[in-house]
Each structure stands twice: as structure tokens, then as C-alpha cells.
């Protein structure tokens, strides 16, 4: 990890992703952004952020699929990244569908932007390889 | 002389000398006396026509000496057939068969009942006829039943003689007794016959009463009706529906050719003989004038099946031509057999109506399932879409209020530089009807979740007072900033250090816990007070309650009560809190309305209830009820 943490971002709303972007800046955090999944899949193999928030309703490649894909990839660095899922759909069985894709955790939107840096860092202190 | 002798009918052991209409053999003639005694014994022994016939033959024989001897016995037709004969060589015995078929006995007066003596002058006819048979003299006795001639005996002989009084009273003794035997061995033949048909008949009612088609029905009495009335054929026709003649329903004893004749025969519906049996008359005739020439059937009987007024369809047997057959022992066996079928038949119709009818019953059963299943998958679908435009709608609102609420607190918290007390007010008004709005569409997906049934309980054993303590320190800040007072009382018999377990999803009790206390401080004026207490309840509960939960045994169940000392509810009100969107409170008071009923709603899928106490202007207390969980 280096010393400043790369946070990748993926989702298909402009607005979130620049509120994400101040809420973690905020927090001393770098921040990639990606409009959809297929992006998202391209930036994690292309820049290996610490982290990846991750939309899972986007048009094109899903965040469920690009969980999927994160976890089936060949590279084990790619394969362990932590993948924190944040959407709008707050029902149950959309929670247990993302971890079940293979996200680490599962956070709903709106979000408290007072808790969500420490959220995001401690995903990246609980790494693990897969 | 030469008067008919009649038989009396008395037993055959009656002596010669009480017989009527006969002088006993004469003292001067001891062994035509002893002849006849033991002729009268051996009748006895005889079961059938041709052992009396072979034992009169004996008899003539010992009694009387002649050298040829012949017995005949009448046919069913009334004529005179050859059954028994001594000391004719067979050529005779043909001409004497042809002469009796050709009608001789009628010729010669037998028939009639006349006694036959070649020394009478008036028999000269006799007398010449016998010369045939190289004999000079001879005799002929009509033996004569009940109801008239039943059969004759003969004696020949090749030298000439004559007959005196005391031969010839014997003879008449012999003929009488010989009557009686003949009657006997008839009532003997016609009881094994009944017995033998009564068996058949049994068989054939019990065989029957099992089976199931018409088709076996129609062989188990075909086969049966050969083996009872020993007829080389039978055959069992059925009606046809489409033409309404008769086809071939089983056959027995038939050649291939035969059935096939048969056959068309019945197709050609307008045989006179077929007609009787459509109109239900019992038919004897000729089998050539039943069903046609050139089949080789000869005389054929048919009894016609009738189930209520209907021909349904007829037994007949038969025999090649040329066999001699005894129809009148058919007929009645024929007429059985038709009522045991007819009875078979219609049993098996009725029982066929029934399955009939209950497959179209069944069929209806399915129909209407299946349309049932078609409405409750389209309601399932319309209901699906329901949730899944609800779950899109909950989306689309959310993901702009996720930047809506998240720059009102990057605002609020001067993250972009320093906000004044005005700003600041107007920001925390923002946040509170986004707030607000978020609510109402977390409400709006709870309802729709659960009307539509996609609601799943996580139910397990819960620590009641855990969930209860739980929300009540989350609200507490809130009873706390409005000088609420907030209190837990726990009222449950007994045990105090055992947890109360109900049988209840946690997130979601919590969530009606905590939905009764914010209600309850957002209601009860500063200074007033919430007192939260758990019971246990008894296991009756609230009839509606418990019709909803069907037929389930009522179940112990713990009860949370949150009351407030806020202005009550009027009665007229306290329903309809429970109702979509219905908010009783002043506008003052914010809320979606949606609160009440969704908490209600979970209480009953818990197996439970939420209901409400209120008297207006002293407060409100709201009941939770939840089963315990089995212990």
C-alpha cells in the first residue's frame, strides 16, 4: 500500500461521483473515477487501486458482474482487491446478491459521508488474498 | 285287447301284483315274476335313458325269451328313436332308425297307443312288417307316461308262436314299470340338468359381479353358456349404437367362416329372426333360416339381452347341422343367462355413467384450477411489477437524494468554508425533508413488500427485552431533547432472570418498537411521560388475530405496550390509524402515515398483532403482541 490510498470509483451518476470524490479527498484519499462497469473492470487491471466503491445498477457490465469478473480474474492482486458495493437499491436480497458476486461489503445510498472514509479505509486493512 | 297301458307313476318297487291296468305275471310263471322283480331293482340304479333303455332290453330278454329285441324312447319332438337293441345285425338296425324317422310307429299304431301282437288279426301290418327282420311272430308296447307316449319296446322271434294271456299280461307289467323308469331317469336327467344350471348360473352371477368390461362379460357367458347347456356353439351378439343392428360381441365353437357368415348375417339387420330379438322375443329356429344358408348351423336358439325396455343385445347357442340338440332344455337356461347379463351389463353402464361423470368432474376440478393458477400467477406477476417498479422508483429517488443529503452535510459541516446561523437553519430544513422524503420511500417499499407477500420473516428465538432496551436507548435522545420522560417496566410472572424469548424477526420488531416510541415522544407534550411494559400474555388473544393465523393452536405470546400520556385518539379514529396515509395527528407533527399500518402488518405476519387503547385528552397505549418462542 502506499502511503496515500487510490480509491477507485464506479458508478454510472456524475453527482455521486464527485460527491464521493470531496468526501474522500477529504480524507486524504486518491480517487479514480469510472462511468460504467466495463471502465471500472479496464481502470482496476490498468491502475490497481487500494479499493473499489462500486455502483451496482449501471447500464452495460453491472457492478454484480464486475464483482464477479474482480474475482474470477487470474492475477491474485487483481483478485483481492477490496470491493466495497454502494447503491440505492437497499433491499435485502440486493445486499446478499453483491456480497454473494463477491463484494467485501455493502454500504446504502444516501450514505453518511461522516463514516464513509473510515469505511473505505478499513476494507483496505482488511485485505486478503483470494 | 291291446288297450294302452298307463303308468301310475308309483315307485318302481311296487310288486307287479298291485299294479293297475296289468294281471301279474301269473303263479304259473314265477321267473317272469322274479325277471320283473329284478328289472324293477335295476331300474333303480339307472340315472340316464340308455341304461332303462339296456335294462328293458335285459328284462324282455329274461322274461320272455325273444330273439331280437329293440327299445325305442321318444325324442323331444314326440318321434320314436332306436335307443336300445339285442340280436339285430346293424344293417336292421338302420332300417329300423329310418323306419321310425320315416314314421313307422305312427304307421303301426304304436304312437297312438296301441298294443302291437303278431298272433291279433288285426295286426297284420305289424305281422308283415316284422317278417323284414326274418320273424314270424313278435310284439310291440307303446310305453306310455303321464303325458303320453314316451317311448315302446319290442321282442321278435324267428320261429312262430303265439301270446298268451298270462305273456301277455306280463309285458303290459313290464311296459308299465318300464313307463315309470323312463320318468324317472327323466326327473334324475332333469335335476343333475338344474342343478348343473343353478351351479352355471351362480358362477356365471358371481364371475360377472367382479368384472368390469363389457367384453369380458360377453366371453365369461358365451364360454359358460357352452359349457351349461353342452351346445357345440354359442355366440353373444351386442347391439351397435351407430346402426342400431347387432355385431359380434363373443363366439365360442365357431369356425372362422361361421363367425364371419354370422356376421353379415347381422349386418343384414332385416332378418325376421333378428327383428324378435330387437323387439326382445326369445327366438328358435332353424340356423340356416336364422342366419343363412351354407354356414352348417342347424338348430339355433337366441335369447335377447334386456336392460330396461332395451334390446342390448342376445345370447344364442347352437349346433352344426345334423346334431341332434335339445332346445327346450335351452330356452330356459337361455333366459337365465340373458337376465344375469342384462343385469352385468347394466351395472357395468351405470358404473361406466359414474366414471364418466366423474372425469368430467375432474376435468372441470382441473380446469378450474388451472385457471386459478393463471389468475394467481397473473396477480403474482402484476404484483411482482408492482414491487419492481416500486424498487425502481425507490432507486431513481434515492440515488439524487444520495447527493442531495451528502452536499446539504458537506455544506453543513463548512467543509466549503464557513456557513452563518441563518444558513445553517435553512440547511437543517433541507436535510430534514430529505430526511423525510427518504422515509417515505422506505415506507412506500416496506408496503408494497408486504402486501405484495415478498416480505420474509427472519424469525428465530429473540431476547425480547434486548430489542425493546435497544430502542429505547435510540430514542431516548430524542425523549431526552424534548423533556420526554422514557421508561421500561417489565411486568412477566416468575423467572426474572430467564430471558423472554418470542419467535420474531429482530430487525424487524425493532423496527416496530421503535416506530411506537418515536411515535409516543413525537406526540406526548414536554414533561409527559413513555412507559414501555412487557407481559406475558395467556395464550388467548385477539379473535381477528387468530382467525388470520387459521387453524394453528393459539400460542403464549409476550406483549409490549408503549403508553403516553400524549392527547389520545377518539374512537371513531382508532382504526383508522392503522390505514394507508391516514394521519389523525395535527399537521404539526410530521410523519408518513405509512408507520402504523406497516407495523401492524408485521406484528400479524409475526403470528401476532398491533392494536391501540386511547382515551382522548389522557393518552394511548399501543399493544404489540408476539407468540413466544416454543420453548
Given amino acids: ?130 | 285287447m291291446g288297450g294302452p297301458v298307463t303308468a301310475d307313476g308309483t315307485p318302481a318297487e311296487a310288486t307287479p301284483e298291485t299294479r293297475d291296468g296289468g294281471v301279474a305275471p301269473g303263479s304259473n310263471d314265477p321267473d317272469r315274476a322274479r325277471a320283473l322283480l329284478a328289472a324293477t331293482n335295476a331300474f333303480l340304479a339307472c340315472e340316464d335313458l340308455d341304461a332303462v333303455s339296456r335294462e328293458i332290453s335285459v328284462a324282455i330278454h329274461e322274461m320272455f325269451g325273444s330273439d331280437k329285441i329293440g327299445v325305442t324312447i321318444s325324442d323331444h319332438e314326440g318321434a320314436l328313436r332306436l335307443s336300445h337293441a339285442i340280436g339285430f345285425s346293424a344293417d336292421e338296425e338302420t332300417r329300423i332308425r329310418s323306419a321310425l324317422e320315416a314314421g313307422e310307429g305312427s304307421i303301426l299304431g304304436v304312437i297312438e297307443g296301441e298294443v302291437l301282437w303278431s298272433d291279433d288279426p288285426a295286426n297284420e301290418a305289424f305281422r308283415s312288417r316284422i317278417q323284414v327282420y326274418g320273424a314270424r311272430a313278435g310284439f310291440m308296447l307303446p310305453i306310455i307316461g303321464p303325458d303320453g307316449l314316451v317311448g315302446s319296446c319290442s321282442g321278435i322271434y324267428l320261429e312262430p308262436r303265439g301270446f298268451d294271456a298270462a305273456f301277455r299280461s306280463a309285458a303290459q307289467s313290464l311296459a308299465a314299470i318300464a313307463s315309470t323308469a323312463i320318468a324317472r331317469a327323466n326327473a334324475v336327467g332333469e335335476l343333475h340338468r338344474q342343478r348343473r344350471r343353478s351351479d352355471t348360473l351362480l358362477e356365471l352371477s358371481s364371475l360377472l359381479a367382479t368384472t368390469r368390461d363389457r367384453d369380458d362379460v360377453e366371453r365369461i357367458v358365451c364360454s359358460l353358456a357352452l359349457t351349461a347347456s353342452g351346445a357345440p356353439f354359442a355366440l353373444v351378439g351386442r347391439r351397435d349404437e351407430v346402426t342400431g343392428g347387432f355385431i359380434i360381441g363373443a363366439t365360442d365353437g365357431l369356425r372362422p367362416e361361421q363367425v364371419a357368415g354370422i356376421e353379415q348375417a347381422l349386418q343384414a339387420s332385416d332378418r325376421p329372426s333378428l327383428r324378435q330379438l330387437l323387439e326382445g322375443a326369445l327366438v328358435t329356429r332353424h340356423g340356416e333360416a336364422a342366419v343363412g344358408r351354407g354356414l352348417g348351423i342347424g338348430e339355433a336358439m337366441g335369447a335377447p339381452i334386456v336392460i330396461g325396455e332395451r334390446t342390448e343385445g342376445f345370447i344364442a347357442i347352437g349346433a352344426p347341422r345334423g346334431e341332434t340338440v335339445r332346445p327346450a332344455d335351452w330356452q330356459e337356461l337361455l333366459i337365465a343367462f340373458a337376465a344375469v347379463t342384462a343385469t352385468a351389463l347394466a351395472r357395468i353402464a351405470a358404473v361406466s355413467a359414474l366414471a364418466r361423470q366423474r372425469d368430467v368432474l375432474a376435468s372441470e376440478v382441473e380446469e378450474r384450477t388451472r385457471s386459478l393458477l393463471t389468475a394467481i400467477a397473473e396477480l403474482r406477476l402484476a404484483s411482482d411489477a408492482k414491487t419492481d417498479f416500486l424498487a425502481n422508483v425507490s432507486h431513481e429517488l434515492r440515488t439524487p437524494l444520495t447527493s442531495i443529503l451528502g452536499f446539504i452535510e458537506i455544506l453543513a459541516t463548512g467543509m466549503d468554508g464557513p456557513v452563518n446561523d441563518e444558513q445553517a437553519r435553512d440547511l437543517e430544513t433541507v436535510r430534514v425533508s430529505s430526511r423525510h422524503l427518504l422515509e417515505l420511500i422506505d415506507d412506500l417499499i416496506d408496503i408494497a413488500s408486504i402486501e405484495s407477500g415478498r416480505i420474509q420473516l427472519q424469525v428465530g428465538p429473540v431476547a425480547v427485552e434486548e430489542v425493546v432496551n435497544d430502542a429505547v436507548e435510540t430514542i431516548r435522545p430524542l425523549a431526552d431533547a424534548k423533556g420526554v420522560a422514557l421508561k421500561v417496566v417489565r411486568a412477566v410472572e416468575g423467572a426474572d432472570d430467564q430471558p423472554i424469548l418470542v419467535a420474531a424477526d429482530r430487525g424487524r420488531l425493532r423496527e416496530i418498537v421503535l416506530n411506537l416510541l418515536s411515535n409516543a415522544v413525537k406526540f406526548t407534550p414536554a414533561a409527559g411521560g413513555v412507559v414501555v411494559s412487557l407481559a406475558t400474555a395467556p395464550a388467548a388473544g385477539d379473535a381477528d388475530a387468530d382467525a388470520v393465523a387459521g387453524l394453528l393452536p393459539p400460542r403464549p405470546s409476550v406483549e409490549i405496550t408503549v403508553r403516553d400520556t400524549g392527547p389520545g385518539i377518539e374512537q371513531a379514529d382508532q382504526e383508522r390509524i392503522f390505514e394507508k396515509f391516514v394521519r389523525i395527528a395535527s399537521e404539526a407533527t410530521p410523519g408518513t402515515g405509512l408507520g402504523l399500518p406497516i407495523s401492524r402488518e408485521l406484528a400479524r405476519l409475526h403470528g401476532g398483532d398491533l392494536t391501540v387503547e386511547s382515551s382522548p385528552g389522557v393518552g394511548s397505549s399501543f399493544v404489540v403482541r408476539i407468540p413466544r418462542a416454543d420453548p
Avoid: H, N, Y
Avoid at chain 1, 460527491?19 to 482496476?44: F, N, Y
Fill in chain 1, 1 to 130: 500500500m502506499t502511503t496515500v490510498p487510490r480509491i477507485l470509483v464506479v458508478d454510472d451518476t456524475p453527482e455521486t461521483r464527485r460527491l464521493m470524490r470531496r468526501v474522500l479527498e477529504r480524507a486524504s484519499i486518491a480517487v479514480i473515477e469510472a462511468g460504467t462497469g466495463d471502465e471500472g473492470l479496464a481502470a482496476i487491471r490498468r491502475d490497481r487501486p487500494d479499493a473499489v466503491v462500486l455502483d451496482l445498477r449501471m447500464p452495460g457490465m453491472s457492478g454484480f458482474d464486475l464483482a464477479r469478473a474482480v474475482r474470477a480474474d487470474p492475477d491474485p492482486a487483481i483478485r483481492s482487491t477490496p470491493l466495497l458495493a454502494c447503491s440505492a437499491s437497499v433491499q435485502a436480497e440486493v445486499r446478499r446478491e453483491a456480497l454473494d458476486a463477491g463484494c467485501d461489503a455493502f454500504e446504502g445510498k444516501p450514505f453518511d459521508i461522516r463514516t464513509f472514509p473510515d469505511l473505505v479505509l478499513g476494507l483496505i486493512a482488511q485485505r486478503r488474498p483470494r
